[in-house]
């Protein structure tokens, strides 16, 4: 079965904003906004689109043509905010939106995307919904939705966008003649009541539908010859009943329905970017540490360059990562330079920190001498591209003392009563090599130039950013930049390194950020980790999380004293709670060793000087994680539901140092049961209580697990007995048989009745 065929309506585009106005100075309350509130009317109306049999989701009869990459994407969007009334058909608590519809919810191309709506109306007669989901060109499709709680009125309706861009969506309400016919005719026939009244009711309902719509032959052939039966008074009237409510007749009006009184919603906006932005292994190195080595000759060190950190490039590749995030590669300050694990006296020969950025030889747009040329840099990209690697790059917007535009744009920083540049702090830290940029005294000038230097590095093919440090920047430069880029190049992804609230955090997402680090390094324990859990798929309509297991500057006390257990623990965990996740090189030799007891640096920290690393040799010895880390990678890439974020579920375990959890993917109906032994000496075990439902099983269901890391099969029910030693094994995952189509979409629901935090 096939929904009607789509209607392609071009609705009106949002007004280009140019970056910076001529009329006008940019000013403090400047916005990412790339539409005016007028620009954002309710789009005409159309037919409804295709949609599958089993889940009612939107699959194209025809294909869109995507536009090239300069066409006008913007990233944020807003909602018109004109005061809309009740419509006569009232369409109350749309979910899910972002900051009241006023800034863009998330998903990405293909993912399963549910809007939940309340739609009721007054008396018996039938109310019915759709969702209207519009294209970043113009091109309106309508989904059926299905009314979930008919005791609530709550409706849903399953969507996948099928490219990248800004779309909107809306929900419609509208009465449903056919419905109402249908429900009354069945009742009021059986009891022989106004008999001939339902069926010449039920003919004129249907001659009414063929004169609305535009259906295809066949299908205007069904309706008509049912109202030939209808009025057929030489029929029974069970079989006159039959020919106006046979499947065939309701298969054609749920494809193309008669919709009265349509009230719809006013229009949200739905941020959709490319798979990349939820699903993700990355692995982080210094470039300069790769190829490093020491000169016998002159006794000096002597650094890598992008040519020997290219080389590094097949040995990621084959970990199965998929994004490889290189600090940055700019000129290195020499004022006030860092000396190792972070002193203030440097040697001669010390490399200093790759985020005291800018010197003699250049800034933001610059390759650091040592490092090799900006040709250099484009074939590591190219190198990066034949094996399948996306290459992030670090917008770290801070400047050494040296940097060029310390000298020739003081306005662009904080000049203190003296006369000098106030350095970064963050106390009782302090970056004397580092000067914070002051976005408040000439925007324009600023944004200006952070927009030609992102510029710059997508012209040589950088398609994501990990941006330093973003919640010390204002939020609205960000919705401003992201939007900017976006308008010409949507596919751009930018990481949000930012260990700070809440509310920061989640706003950083609002404006734009595709993902985030998270405060996952510090949530041990069975408690932390599952209200963490819960709360990332809680907010997946928000934001992505990154979980990051270490990080140059984070060195998490668990790993400096559980063991090599614990190292595998935490990749068991960051691999399989979030489809995003990262890896700082070094944490495959289980390097452990702080710069001093209750510290989180690393005793001496590659921030500050080359650490060349034996990445084969450790193998060779057995003393590396990085064959757990490949099987890791594997079995996300293997397993759909990895790639979601949006329906974990917590199982009953009885033992606090075991964690189970399960994901599912609505698409595939794939489905993963995670067990981590959360404790690095001991084996711990304990029976795990299912609940089945949440695995599209029934709860007395008996079914057969396979365990993808060590490739053993169980026989399981409800209640399960599990062991995990960690000498063996720290992590059981679990794939459980294929959800049935017809659970699939259910199981598809984010369940949140308001965002918190």
Request: net charge negative; aromatic share 10%; charged share 25%.
């Amino acid at each position: 079965m096939a929904l009607g065929s789509v209607t392609d309506v071009t609705v009106s585009q949002p007004g280009e904003m140019p970056p910076f106005p001529d009329s006008e100075p940019l000013t403090s309350d400047l916005t990412a906004t790339s539409a005016s509130d007028d620009d954002l009317g309710a789009p005409a109306a159309s037919t409804p689109a295709s949609s599958s049999p089993e889940t009612g989701r939107y699959t194209p009869d025809t294909e869109e043509k995507r536009p090239e990459p300069d066409a006008h994407a913007p990233t944020v969007a807003r909602a018109d905010d004109a005061p809309r009334g009740i419509g006569r058909i009232p369409v109350t608590d749309v979910m899910p939106i972002v900051d009241c519809g006023n800034l863009p919810t998330k998903s990405v191309v293909d993912e399963p995307f549910t809007v939940r709506a309340t739609v009721f109306r007054e008396g018996h007669d039938a109310v019915n919904a759709s969702l209207v989901m519009t294209s970043p060109h113009g091109v309106e499709r309508i989904v059926p939705m299905t009314c979930v709680n008919p005791g609530l009125d709550l409706w849903t309706g399953e969507a996948e966008a099928d490219h990248e861009g800004v779309w909107h969506f809306r929900v419609e309400g509208w009465s449903d003649p056919y419905g109402t016919w249908d429900h009354d005719a069945t009742i009021k026939v059986a009891a022989g009541v106004d008999v001939e009244v339902m069926f010449e009711e039920g003919a004129r309902v249907l001659e009414r539908a063929c004169a609305t719509n535009t259906y295809d032959d066949a299908d205007e052939r069904v309706l008509r010859d049912a109202v030939t039966t209808l009025r057929d008074t030489s029929r029974s009237d069970d079989e006159r009943l039959a020919a106006g409510t046979s499947a065939e007749v309701k298969d054609v009006l749920e494809r193309l329905p008669l919709r009265d009184f349509v009230s719809p919603s006013r229009d949200y906006p739905w941020l959709v970017e490319r798979k990349l932005a939820l699903t993700g292994a990355w692995y982080e190195f210094f470039p300069r540490s790769e190829g490093a080595h020491f000169d016998e000759e002159t006794q000096k060190w002597v650094s890598g360059t992008l040519r020997t950190a290219a080389e590094r490039l097949p040995a990621v590749a084959d970990m199965g990562f998929d994004v490889v995030y290189l600090t940055p590669i700019h000129p290195i300050g020499e004022v006030n330079r860092k000396g190792r694990n972070n002193t203030l006296d440097p040697e001669p020969h010390d490399v200093g920190s790759p985020w005291a950025i800018g010197s003699e030889a250049g800034g933001h747009d610059a390759v650091h001498p040592q490092l090799g040329t900006i040709k250099d840099f484009d074939a590591l990209m190219a190198k990066a591209k034949k094996l399948g690697l996306e290459v992030a790059l670090d917008l770290a917007l801070q400047c050494a003392p040296d940097h060029p535009w310390a000298a020739e744009h003081p306005e662009w920083f904080t000049v203190l009563p003296d006369g000098t540049i106030a350095y970064a702090e963050n106390p009782p830290k302090k970056y004397q090599d580092i000067y914070p940029l002051n976005f408040d005294n000439d925007q324009k000038g600023i944004y200006k130039e952070i927009l030609r230097v992102v510029q710059y590095w997508i012209k040589h093919g950088v398609r994501t950013f990990r941006v330093d440090n973003p919640h010390t920047k204002p939020a609205n430069f960000w919705e401003w930049l992201i939007s900017t880029v976006h308008e010409t190049h949507p596919e751009v992804i930018f990481l949000a390194e930012a260990f700070t609230r809440r509310p920061r955090l989640y706003g950083l997402a609002k404006v734009g950020f595709s993902q985030n680090y998270t405060y996952f390094t510090w949530q041990t324990n069975k408690y932390e980790l599952t209200q963490f859990g819960e709360e990332i798929s809680r907010m997946a309509d928000i934001s992505r999380p990154n979980l990051f297991v270490n990080t140059p500057d984070i060195l998490h006390a668990s790993l400096q004293h559980g063991g090599r257990g614990m190292f595998a623990i935490r990749a068991a965990l960051a691999a399989t709670l979030s489809p995003l996740w990262g890896v700082y090189s070094g944490y495959e030799l289980y390097e452990n060793q702080a710069v001093k007891p209750g510290s989180e640096e690393y005793m001496n920290s590659e921030k500050y000087e080359l650490r060349p690393r034996d990445f084969d040799a450790a193998l060779e010895n057995n003393d590396s994680l990085e064959p757990f880390i490949t099987a890791l990678n594997r079995i996300r890439k293997d397993n759909p539901a990895l790639q979601q974020l949006r329906n974990i579920y917590f199982h009953q375990i009885d033992n606090d140092n075991l964690i189970a959890y399960s994901k599912v993917d609505a698409l595939t109906g794939n489905c993963i049961l995670v067990i981590v032994n959360l404790d690095p000496y001991n084996a711990q075990e304990g029976t795990i209580h299912l609940n089945l439902p949440e695995l599209g099983l029934d709860m007395d269901s008996t079914f057969e697990v396979y365990d993808e890391i060590t490739g053993a099969t169980y026989h399981w029910g409800t209640h399960n007995f599990v062991r995990l030693e960690p000498w063996n094994n720290v992590a059981h995952v679990f794939v459980l048989p294929e959800i049935p189509a017809n659970r699939r979409e259910k199981l598809a629901w984010l369940h949140v009745d308001e965002y918190r935090g």
